[in-house]
């Protein structure tokens, strides 16, 4: 189980005074993950997603340890570990936003396509070869 804190923004869904105050608010994407603390054998994983509240929705941080093991990768567990919780959210296909290609690309998060995910996920965030 992650570690959440609610941020400070949250849209309700009843009735708004100001459209144009909602429609800024209102969420784009799904959210962004942030890699810290990275070491030889555990990371922390923050994700920063909007989620549903019965007042509307509000944006939360998920904060995931990573423990590798001993000997083990903490790169492949870290991406393992955004996979699943992608998959918690997502099934087929989703768009990601690539900061190192510049653009946003679809990719799939079928169980099948696990190691292309994997691999890109990997470039993408270790810039590995």
């Known amino acids: 189980m992650p570690t959440r804190t609610p941020l ?26 942030k890699v810290h ?3 030889v054998r555990t990371a922390d994983v923050l994700y920063e997603h909007w989620d549903a509240i019965p ?17 083990g990768n903490i790169k492949l567990m870290v991406v393992r570990q955004i996979i699943f ?5 997502r099934s087929g296909d989703m768009k990601w936003e690539s900061y190192r290609l510049g653009k946003i690309v679809v990719l799939s998060v079928r169980p099948e396509d696990t190691a292309q995910l994997e691999a890109f996920l990997m470039k993408e965030l270790f810039f590995a070869p």
């Open 8 to 33: 400070d923004i949250c849209v309700k869904t009843e009735k708004q005074g100001d459209a144009a105050v909602v429609e800024a608010m209102s969420p784009k994407d799904d959210g962004q993950f």
């Open 37 to 39: 603390d990275l070491g």
């Open 85 to 89: 919780v992608i998959r918690q959210k």
């Open 55 to 71: 007042q509307g929705r509000c944006k939360v941080r998920d904060l995931y340890h990573v423990d590798a093991g001993l000997g």
